[in-house]
Structure formats: structure tokens, C-alpha cells
């Protein structure tokens, strides 16, 4: 089984960063793809940004050019550094990878990102 563990979520002024980490654990699994959705009050859930085991990286349009995924495929951990937040990045944030042969999709819990003004 598969578990993630997300840290780094908490409260920013406009204009600041963070950086979200996403650890995955368990035996028998190799992680395959991994990214990070997240889901606004009133909101669907979008995508931010996934990154490929060979390193190929997909951006949603509201983060490309301020937002960047990155991945330490021997610590089975993915990173997204936000820059130059926003209000409207205000969200839960939640890390999603797909694992093992048969390419199970697992969550996690969320981290929650309050961008203030």
C-alpha cells in the first residue's frame, strides 16, 4: 500500500512563497507519475502541475510562468515551489501519484494554502 504524506501548506501575504513537499512510503510500489491538484471553496478541483518519472512536467494555465513541480525519484518525494502567490491560489492542495505496475492512483489528505492580501 501506498501513503502520502503532504507538509508545507499555511498562511502567505500576496507576493510570497511557499513550498509544498509530498512523501510517499510503502514497499513493492514504484511511483509513476506525480503531481499536485488543488480544490477552492465553490471551486472544481484542477490541476496545478504533474511531473513524469522521466521528468516531462504538465502546468496548469493560472501557475505556468509562477509555480514549479520538481521530484527526488530515490526519496519518492515531489515538490511544488509556489512563487508570487495569489489570493486566488488560495486552495487545499492535494498530492496525487499513480503507482506500481497497474498504475493505482492514490491521494492524499491536502495541505491547505491561505494566500492573504
Known amino acids: 500500500q501506498v501513503q502520502l504524506v503532504e507538509s508545507g501548506g499555511g498562511l502567505v501575504q500576496a507576493g510570497g512563497s511557499l513550498r509544498l513537499s509530498c512523501a510517499a512510503s510503502?514497499?513493492?510500489?514504484?511511483?509513476?507519475?506525480m503531481g499536485w491538484y488543488r480544490q477552492a471553496p465553490g471551486k472544481q478541483r484542477e490541476l496545478v502541475a504533474d511531473?513524469?518519472?522521466?521528468?516531462?512536467?504538465n502546468y496548469g494555465d493560472s501557475v505556468k510562468g509562477r509555480f514549479t513541480i520538481s521530484r527526488d525519484n530515490a526519496k519518492n518525494t515531489v515538490y511544488l515551489q509556489m512563487n508570487s502567490l495569489k489570493p486566488e491560489d488560495t486552495a487545499v492542495y492535494y498530492c496525487?501519484?499513480?503507482?506500481?505496475?497497474?498504475?493505482?492512483?492514490?491521494w492524499g489528505q491536502g495541505t491547505l494554502v491561505t494566500v492573504s492580501s
Open positions: 496525487k501519484v499513480r503507482a506500481g505496475i497497474r498504475d493505482l492512483e492514490v
Open positions: 511531473s513524469t518519472k522521466i521528468g516531462s512536467t
Open positions: 510503502g514497499s513493492g510500489f514504484s511511483i509513476n507519475t
